[in-house]
């Protein structure tokens, strides 16, 4: 039998063990379930004496981990096998999504410290960037125990008074940078004007900064699930997301794979968000916009929750890109809208359908499809006006949503 001890920041909830055969299991510390601020890892892991195996504890430990190819790279990089979600939590679990870390050692969570950085020159986060597609989240590295979920390169990183360090020791980290990938060369440009155009629009996102080293785009976005005191202090915020709320492994986080279905997000808000009405419209909202800016990779692991004490709510939106600038992007639908599998095909039926689906109003829906779409189409337009450098996936990004969203506003879409 192996142990990782859970933690949230630096209280101790439970452990998590793997037996001989592989199978894992999760058990709340008694400690914990006597508390009266105790809170639930997930919705899918009830605060409960009887512990969980197999199938009900993996979906929220798996879906802390990288996905795909980051996770095989990473696993071969370890020397471990890929699909021990155990091993690979006991090497990179300490600093991960939301509040929860897994630590070997039961010592380990209070001997962190808050200083604990490496501080990156420009000639050497160009350097990390390089390797970041053969080494995710620089795994095996001395002193660097990194998860995020997804399969995109990123690394999560300290952002102190403009300098960009890396987080050693199971330091929290403040804000996640992302390079743009060869493969996908004006990504950086995309989301960054998708994710600004969002706020913009009135929808909940987190601060995010374009910059370049050394002629390389990436991004540095504001972690929502870490919250910064005055003396410096960070303090991990825990989430989870639909994924893991609701139950499903990360391999299942599309509909069409099993994953989640639409109508699933929307009863999980108005059954587990301490303010479902709110989160039940900015979900909307979300969808919407997601339409508009042609996005089709809106899966179930890119909504997530956000728990603050007894508080839980939507989290702010984040992977906002417009797929539909890469002709050679599927437009396969992560979650489909009223039966509508397809992004260039949704129509007005597929929102009424939606509307049925979700137990939402037809009229109100139908209205505030026109309204937001429109909105987003004029704040599209005026950001782009206001960029100081004309940038051509900006442009092509730019007119995608000027068509879709002048479509979609004039009830056709």
Known sequence: MRRLFVYLNDEHVGALDQDDSGLLLFRYAPSWLNRPDAIPLSRSLP???????????????????????????????LGISERNDFAMLERIGGECAGAVRLLPDDAAARTEDAEALHKFGEDELKRV?????????????????????GAQGKLPVVVRGGSICLPLNNTAST????????????????????MRLAGEAGLNVPPVEMRNTNGLPYLVIERFDRDEDKSGRVRRIHQEDFCQALGYPPEHKYQQEGGP?????????????????????????????????????????????????????????YDLVCTLAWPEISTRLAMNIGGCRTLTEIRPDHWRRM??????????????????AT?????????????SVRDPMIDRVAEIIASRADRMGSGRG
Not at 375 to 387: D, Q, S, T
Request: glycine fraction near 6%.
């Open 355 to 372: 509307a049925e689906e979700t137990g939402l109003a037809w009229p109100m829906l139908r209205e505030r499809v026109a309204r937001f």
């Open 261 to 317: 279905l639409l109508r699933h997000g929307f009863e999980l808000l108005r059954d587990w968000s301490t303010a479902p009405v709110l989160d039940v419209l900015e979900l909307v909202d979300t969808m919407i916009f997601n339409a508009v800016i042609g996005n089709a990779d809106a899966h179930g692991k890119n909504f997530s929750l956000l728990y603050r004490g007894h508080e839980r709510r939507l989290a702010p939106a």
């Open 47 to 77: 605060l409960r004496e009887e512990p969980f195996r197999g199938k009900y504890a993996r979906p929220f430990f798996a879906g802390v981990l990288p996905d795909e190819t980051p996770r095989r790279r990473i696993a071969s990089i």
């Open 129 to 149: 960037f390089a390797e970041l597609p053969q080494r995710p989240l620089m795994a095996g590295k001395e002193g660097v125990r990194l998860s995020l979920a």
């Open 375 to 387: 909105e987003i189409g004029e704040a599209a337009c005026r950001l782009r006006e206001n960029l």
């Open 175 to 194: 804000h996640i940078l992302k390079p743009e990938p060869e493969s996908f060369r004006g990504l950086a440009a995309n989301e960054s004007f998708c």
